[in-house]
């Protein structure tokens, strides 16, 4: 059974870089469309970008606008996501996500891990 464990957050400031990592464990990404997703406080959880198991199909929320990057290195069984020009609008809990390639919705969620921007 898949698991997924998150890390990478930490305290920054505006305009850092943080890399979150998922590491998947009891299988591997094979055939799965791994996500992120975050959680900022009063606020429902959100998109944030999305790839298939084999590198292709990335997804990102608007908000993105260019600054992020999500990848899978499944010699590794990890997925990433790469934060650029970090604002204090993406202060939240950031959670991996994954799902069957061929359906909707994620089956397989994260802990979560706190990314924190200040002014």
């Known amino acids: 059974q898949l698991q997924l464990a998150e890390s990478g957050g930490g305290s920054v400031q505006t305009g850092d870089s943080l890399r979150l990592s998922c590491e998947a464990s009891?299988?591997?990404?094979?055939?799965?469309?791994v996500a992120w997703f975050r959680r900022a406080p009063g606020k429902d959880r959100e998109f944030v970008a999305s790839v298939n198991w084999n590198g292709g199909g990335a997804r990102y929320a608007n908000f993105v606008n260019y600054r992020f990057t999500v990848s899978v290195d499944n010699a590794k069984n990890m997925a990433y996501l790469q934060m650029r020009y970090l604002k204090p609008e993406d202060t939240a809990v950031y959670y991996c996500a994954a799902g069957d390639f061929a359906k909707e919705g994620y089956t397989t969620w994260g802990q979560g891990t706190q990314v924190t921007v200040s002014p």
């Open positions: 009891g299988e591997a990404f094979t055939w799965y469309r």
